[in-house]
């Protein structure tokens, strides 16, 4: 089992910035990708960003490119999603995910990943 724990959330104002992390304990290294997803009220659940450390690679959703980056710390099991010029649209509840593999072409596929975290919200004024 592996478990997951996001920190970083609060409130900011629009343009503003947060970084989001999460630790991954239990059996860590059981999983090479690890994934942001976030859920608005009233919305289904979407893809933010994935990192996958085998081959060091990156995914994105279109829209939040450029704003948004995901990086991994293999050292402290740790995922971070730095998030720049934050917009109301952004306020949603931030999800933390890992498997030990996820095709690039699938990603943002919440069915596929194995473990999530319990989240931890963002909440952007205007």
């Known amino acids: 089992q592996v478990q997951l724990m996001e920190s970083g959330g609060g409130s900011v104002q629009a343009g503003g910035s947060l970084r989001l992390s999460c630790v991954a304990s239990?059996?860590?290294?059981?999983?090479?990708?690890m994934g942001w997803f976030r859920q608005a009220p009233g919305k289904e659940r979407e893809g933010v960003a994935a990192?996958?450390?085998?081959?060091?690679?990156?995914y994105y959703a279109d829209s939040l490119k450029g704003r948004f980056t995901i990086s991994h710390d293999n050292a402290a099991n740790t995922v971070y999603l730095q998030m720049n010029s934050l917009r109301p649209e952004d306020t949603a509840m931030y999800y933390c995910?890992?498997?030990?593999?996820?095709?690039?072409?699938?990603?943002?596929?919440?069915?596929?990943?194995?473990?999530w975290g319990q989240g931890t919200q963002v909440t952007v004024s205007s």
């Open positions: 995910a890992a498997d030990p593999f996820v095709p690039e072409d699938i990603w943002a596929t919440i069915t596929r990943w194995a473990y």
């Open positions: 239990g059996y860590p290294y059981s999983v090479n990708c």
């Open positions: 990192i996958c450390t085998g081959a060091s690679t990156t």
